[in-house]
């Protein structure tokens, strides 16, 4: 478990599709005075709130979480792509190719194009373009099927948290 003593955190029973953990009221007043869409808002604040209960230890907040989604994906809306009201992005944020071309790093195919439809080098995935390599190490399973899905902001926004906690 590289960088990682105990092991990534795994999502509370009861932690899926359309379980709120957190107080709706809350989101959407949190959404109206921050412009953070509050689907998004929900998201972040459920995995804080996942996180504290199963790593009490790590202290990150829904803001921090936040951040990273403004940042790497402008919450799941980065060049048209839209966030829906199960947490999907649509069409999928891919980055591009990890090629090593001027200024990339060179990292070769993880996933056999799973992820990022590219089977022969990685690209970041999902509104907080995780790397694939760190994705299929900390990836959060939250649905019914036991799938970590790297498009689906409940599951990236806990996975985020569970990477920082760990590193």
């Excluded at 990682?4 to 989101?27: E, K, M, Y």
């Excluded at 459920?46 to 209960?53: G, H, T």
């Excluded at 080098?121 to 390599?133: K, Y």
Aim: negative net charge.
């Amino acid at each position: 478990q590289v960088g990682c003593a105990r092991g990534p955190p795994q999502a509370l029973p009861g932690s899926g599709d359309s379980d709120v953990v957190g107080d709706p009221a809350w989101s959407a007043d949190t959404a109206d005075r921050t412009g953070i869409p509050a689907r998004a808002v929900e998201a972040y604040a459920n995995a804080a709130l996942v996180l504290a209960q199963s790593d009490p230890e790590c202290g990150i907040g829904w803001n921090t979480l936040a951040g990273i989604g403004a940042t790497e994906s402008k919450h799941g809306s980065h060049d048209g792509a839209q966030l829906g009201d199960d947490g999907v992005v649509s069409p999928p944020i891919i980055g591009i190719a990890l090629d090593g071309s001027a200024g990339v790093a060179a990292v070769p195919d993880t996933d056999y194009g799973e992820y990022d439809g590219d089977a022969v080098w990685d690209r970041a995935v999902g509104p907080m373009q995780f790397i694939l390599e760190s994705w299929l190490y900390y990836g959060q399973v939250g649905n019914s099927v036991g799938v970590a899905v790297p498009h689906q902001l409940d599951y990236v926004a806990l996975t985020a948290g569970a990477f920082f906690c760990h590193r």
